[in-house]
């Protein structure tokens, strides 16, 4: 169990480096990883299904333990990140498909990477985890009828399409997740539950290992396209990721709410989950091929740049407590 345990910390620690090295491989050798992209849905499936596994049911009970920061984090996140996203898409007058991919980022709930990155910034990971729970329950209804708002002038958009797409490959692998947490958890002192809860520790591995196999897979079949548009992309992904955090900050701020908080809070609302963001425009929009793009830039860049938030949230937090014991 120690070797898993170490394992499992070296990912969580290098994930946004393990993401970058598969992304150049893949984006320089394509061929071995376009297999990838046919099995999007169910990729994404199995690592929110071993999200689910992670939950406990008592878990929830944080939902109303701190319902202030949560309200705040998830109505940041639901505001800020599609309304930045339309607004960059129209200035910039980006063509449809990019425009529509850009859009399909911001209106996602936020991904479980944001509860490893806010661990790395000795952010407060309870309220992150409570975020990404909150805001992946209100997508089937919110993340819809955001793109139906903002995309509806670009092009034609099935909400109940976009919905019942959330539902399968969100919602119902989380709740199935927490569902089988929770029958082995009672069972434990059965031989099935036990070997249950020592395999548990290899599911945020197998995850890991998910994201960063789809991701490559988004790379690779997308490789001609990033070499087309992808410095513009970066550029527009770039300031759509900046603008989430520090506008998440600066609410925070506004707010009054405490620096550990708020960390979690910014990186919440910065980092989307932006696989699932391939996954609509792969099977809700296929005359719109160019619209997987950005999601496919996301998925890498906010990982390193949530790095870099993470360690300078990091870093100016001991500032702060150091101040505090010398004063």
């Not at 991904?111 to 729970?133: C, E, F, Q, R, Y």
């Not at 708020?262 to 099977?283: D, F, R």
Request: charged letters at 10%.
């Amino acid at each position: 169990m120690k070797i898993i345990s170490k394992i499992e910390e070296i990912f969580s620690k290098y994930n946004w480096l393990l993401i970058l090295v598969f992304s150049v491989i893949a984006f320089i050798s394509p061929e071995p990883f376009l297999w990838i992209v046919k099995h999007t849905a169910i990729l994404l499936g199995i690592a929110m299904f071993g999200m689910g596994t992670t939950i406990q049911v008592k878990d929830f009970a944080q939902l109303t333990k701190r319902p202030k920061e949560i309200m705040i984090g998830c109505l940041a996140q639901f505001t800020i990140m599609p309304l930045v996203a339309w607004a960059i898409a129209t200035l910039l007058d980006l063509s449809t498909d990019l425009a529509l991919g850009v859009i399909l980022v911001g209106c996602c709930p936020g991904g479980t990477a944001s509860n490893v990155i806010t661990h790395i910034a000795k952010g407060d990971v309870p309220l992150s985890v409570s975020m990404t729970i909150t805001s992946t329950i209100f997508a089937p209804l919110l993340t819809p009828l955001w793109v139906s708002l903002l995309a509806d002038r670009l092009i034609d958009v099935s909400f109940w399409g976009m919905f019942e797409t959330v539902v399968k490959i969100i919602l119902v692998p989380i709740v199935l997740g927490i569902t089988v947490n929770y029958i082995i958890g009672k069972s434990k002192n059965s031989n099935i539950g036990q070997k249950f809860i020592d395999c548990r520790a290899l599911l945020p591995i197998i995850s890991s290992n998910t994201i960063i196999t789809l991701i490559s897979g988004i790379v690779a079949s997308n490789s001609n396209k990033i070499v087309e548009s992808g410095s513009i992309i970066l550029g527009v992904v770039a300031i759509h990721n900046l603008c989430g955090m520090m506008l998440g900050l600066l609410v925070c701020k506004l707010l009054k709410v405490e620096y550990t908080k708020s960390t979690a809070i910014a990186i919440e609302v910065g980092m989307q989950n932006s696989g699932l963001a391939v996954s609509l425009a792969t099977l809700n929009f296929i005359a719109n091929p160019l619209a997987t793009l950005p999601g496919a830039i996301f998925s890498v860049w906010h990982n390193i740049s949530g790095s870099i938030f993470a360690g300078w949230r990091r870093s100016h937090s001991s500032s702060l407590n150091a101040n505090i014991k010398i004063n």
